[in-house]
């Protein structure tokens, strides 16, 4: 599916469900209600440079009736301007890389998400005009064993990387923060929460937050 348009086009502009193998490039969504690009129980599918602007959520990566997560999807080189996020729950072995956030409500979410690679991402003014969003640039809501690496995070409301529970059942567990530019307007570079476990923060910058640099 590539080189399609949908502008202010209702809930949703591409609707994947129960669907490997396919390949999302070069495709343009704006002006969504709900997700520009939700995906249920679909693994091994490609979204490259797909460009989304002002829609209420960007991507979602999550099960369906029918399959438990969507795994082993690759979300590379789009960009998300005005609203938007990437969103990946309760999946595994995903990647996300070398995307561009402007101004999403959030950046990038894993809730409940294992071995998921986030990388060489810019995220910018997360939460920035959102006032219902939590700011949070990249955000690891009971996310396990996944890497985020080489991204540059700046200018949102909340911590720019940010490793917890919030809405998940469990805990964030062995995850690597590594090589990565943080800053926040409000709040702290780099956030781990005392129920996280076994994290690793290696070689990041986190410099002129609002808050901690790393706490």
Same mark, same amino acid.
């Given at each position: ?58 991507? *979602? ?48 979410? *894993? ?79 780099? *956030? ?24």
């Amino acid at each position: 599916i590539d080189h399609n348009s949908s502008v202010d086009d209702g809930i949703s502009g591409i609707l994947m469900v129960d669907s490997s193998d396919n390949r999302i490039d070069h495709d343009s969504v704006a002006g969504t209600t709900g997700y520009a690009i939700p995906v249920f129980g679909s693994s091994h599918n490609r979204f490259e440079q797909n460009v989304l602007e002002g829609d209420q959520h960007g991507f *979602l990566l999550e099960s369906s009736d029918e399959h438990e997560g969507s795994n082993d999807n690759e979300i590379r080189r789009n960009r998300i301007s005005h609203g938007g996020s990437i969103e990946i729950d309760h999946s595994s072995d995903n990647r996300v890389k070398e995307n561009t956030l402007r101004n999403p409500g959030d950046g990038i979410l *894993l809730g409940e998400a294992q071995r998921t690679r986030v990388s060489d991402n810019s995220v910018t003014g997360a939460g920035l005009g959102f006032p219902d969003a939590g700011g949070f640039g990249i955000l690891l809501d009971g996310a396990d064993d996944s890497l985020v690496q080489r991204n540059a995070v700046s200018g949102g409301t909340g911590p720019a990387i940010f490793v917890t529970s919030l809405e998940s059942q469990g805990t964030s567990d062995r995850n690597v923060v590594s090589h990565n530019v943080a800053n926040s307007k409000f709040s702290d570079g780099i *956030l781990v929460s005392a129920d996280a476990t076994a994290t690793l923060l290696d070689r990041n910058i986190a410099n002129e937050n609002g808050h901690d640099g790393i706490e």
